[in-house]
Each structure stands twice: as C-alpha cells, then as structure tokens.
Nanobody, 119 residues
C-alpha cells in the first residue's frame, strides 16, 4: 500500500503563485508515473501534469507555460509550481502515483488539497 500526502494549497489572487508538494510512503516499488490531477465542483477529474521515471513530462494545454512539475525519484516526491494563476484553476488538486506491477497497473491518490484563485 502506498500513501500520498499533499500540501501547499490555499487561497490566492489571480496572477499569484502556489507550490504544491506530494510525498509518497509505504510499499514504494515499480513506480512509473507521478503527477497531478484536479477536479472542480461538477466536473470530472482532469490531468494537470505528469512526469515519468525517465523524465517525460505531460502538461494540460491550459497550464502550459504557467505550471511546472518536478520530481525526485529517490525521495518519491513530486511538486507543482503554479504561476500566473487564474480563477479557472480553482479546484481540488490530487497527487497521483502509478505503480506498474506484474499483475497490472495500480493507481494511488492523495486526499487532495484545495486551490482557490479569487480576488
């Protein structure tokens, strides 16, 4: 079992910045992808940014140029630097970890951290 704990959410004004952090613990092995997803009220959870062990990074078009994902494979942590925040970025942000086991892939999720962008 893997546990993920997010931190860094809060209330910021449009144009402001936040840095989210996520730390993984537990039975950590065969980890491939770590990243961030978000979900606004009434909407489905959507990908924000992910990073593979090999360093391949994927960003949602809506956050390219504003958000930056970083990862420490040894410490099993992942962070999301969010700049130039917009009201539409308001959502609960979830840390995600993909474990590639012989039996198949398994996804783990953090509890979520609220990001609110409002004047």
């Amino acid at each position: 079992q893997v546990q993920l704990v997010e931190s860094g959410g809060g209330l910021v004004q449009p144009g402001g910045s936040l840095r989210l952090s996520c730390a993984a613990s537990g039975s950590i092995f065969a980890i491939n992808v770590m990243g961030w997803y978000r979900q606004a009220p009434g909407n489905q959870r959507e990908l924000v940014a992910t990073r593979t062990n090999g360093g391949f990074t994927n960003y949602a078009d809506s956050v390219k140029g504003r958000f930056t994902i970083s990862r420490d494979n040894n410490k099993n942590t992942v962070s999301l630097q969010m700049n130039s925040l917009k009201p539409e970025d308001t959502a609960v942000y979830y840390c995600n970890l993909e474990q590639d086991r012989l039996a198949g892939r398994r996804d783990y999720w953090g509890q979520g951290t609220q990001v609110t962008v409002s004047s």
